[in-house]
């Protein structure tokens, strides 16, 4: 079965250190795979997505992906985080079934980012 | 932010009632992707709707149903609550269906409520 998993429920950081959100996938073909963040009682925010090309994917807010395909991983990491960056991260593999594509999530991943 | 919209922002049923949720898409987007939240979960793929037609479907009873009209708005319908569709429903619109590669940008959800 194609999925994805995060295996930390949470991640604790200081604030200035890097930080780094692990993700890993188990796709048949190519993987498309994408980061989202959720704020509390907000919807999911777009931070970036790897399609093909460069493992390092670079996204907003200073975000950075690693795409390694021997290791099935995708990490979202961050050289400095900030109190702000704490939030539910989400990881996810876009498939093509017939004729649409969804996303398959992971569980999520809270992280806390401390003064 | 997106330019996705979601009404109402929250919801409160009985079991056995029905619901409709409503979701704006981002413009020049035509199609529309829904999803499940539930606490502490991450979001399960209900179905896709790509030029008014439903083209995709999740793991999820017929009781959830959908429409998308032709401005590219769409509605989730859920008849016959239960106590377990509780969650947050997310709406996700994408420049184009079918395309593994293509980013979903969601609102900001709707939480239901079922008692």
């Known amino acids: 079965a194609q999925s994805v998993a995060q295996p930390e429920d949470q991640v604790n950081v200081a604030e200035g250190n890097p930080l780094t959100v692990k993700c890993t996938y188990s796709?048949?073909?190519?993987?498309?795979l994408f980061w989202y963040v959720q704020y509390p009682n907000r919807g999911l925010q777009f931070l970036l997505k790897y399609i093909t090309g460069d493992n390092l994917v670079k996204g907003s807010y200073g975000f950075e992906a690693e795409f390694n395909k021997s290791q099935t991983s995708f990490h979202l990491k961050k050289p400095s985080a900030l109190v702000s960056d704490s939030a539910l991260y989400f990881c996810a593999v876009s498939l093509i079934s017939g004729g649409y594509n969804k996303l398959i999530f992971g569980a999520g991943t809270r992280l806390a980012v401390h003064p | 932010e997106t330019g996705v919209t979601q009404s109402p922002t929250h919801l409160i049923k009985t079991r056995g009632q029905q619901v409709t949720l409503r979701c704006s898409s981002q413009s020049g987007h035509n199609t529309v992707s829904w999803y499940q939240q539930a606490l502490g979960q991450g979001p399960q793929f209900i179905f896709q709707y790509y030029r008014e037609e439903e083209n995709g479907r999740g793991n999820f009873p017929p009781r959830f149903s959908g429409l998308q009209f032709p401005n590219y708005s769409s509605e989730l319908n859920v008849n016959a609550l239960e106590l377990d569709d509780s969650a947050l429903y997310l709406c996700a619109s994408s420049f184009v269906g079918g395309r593994a590669a293509d980013t979903q940008y969601f609102g900001p959800g709707t939480r239901l409520t079922v008692l």
């Open positions: 796709v048949s073909g190519n993987p498309y």
